[in-house]
Nanobody
Framework: QVQLVESGGALVQPGGSLRLSCAAS????????MGWYRQAPGKERELVAT???????NYADSMKGRFTISRDSAKNTVYLQMNSLKPEDTAVYYC????????????????WGQGTQVTVSS
């Protein structure tokens, strides 16, 4: 069974920084695209950033220049470095991985973590 587990969420003051981690475990062949999404109270889940297996990144416009996504493929882990945090960044942050379960599967399957709370407040 594949699991994605996020960590690193916390209460931080405006202007502060946090680093989120998401580690994938279980039996699978490969992890392709990975990404971070967030959901604030009363709002829909939105894209934060994604990274491909070869390191190509994509960011939501409001996160460009403040957030950095990276991955350690050897550890099956994706990171999100968040700087210059604002109160509007408060949300539950979710990790998503597109996972190929076996070498002969034609498709990737989406797996989600349980989320980690980030609160930006003074």
């Amino acid at each position: 069974q594949v699991q994605l587990v996020e960590s690193g969420g916390a209460l931080v003051q405006p202007g502060g920084s946090l680093r989120l981690s998401c580690a994938a475990s279980g039996r699978f062949f490969s992890i392709n695209d990975m990404g971070w999404y967030r959901q604030a109270p009363g709002k829909e889940r939105e894209l934060v950033a994604t990274i491909t297996s070869v390191g190509t990144t994509n960011y939501a416009d409001s996160m460009k220049g403040r957030f950095t996504i990276s991955r350690d493929s050897a550890k099956n882990t994706v990171y999100l470095q968040m700087n210059s945090l604002k109160p509007e960044d408060t949300a539950v942050y979710y990790c998503k991985g597109m996972i190929r379960l076996t070498g002969w599967d034609p498709d990737d399957y989406a797996y989600w973590g349980q989320g980690t709370q980030v609160t930006v407040s003074s």
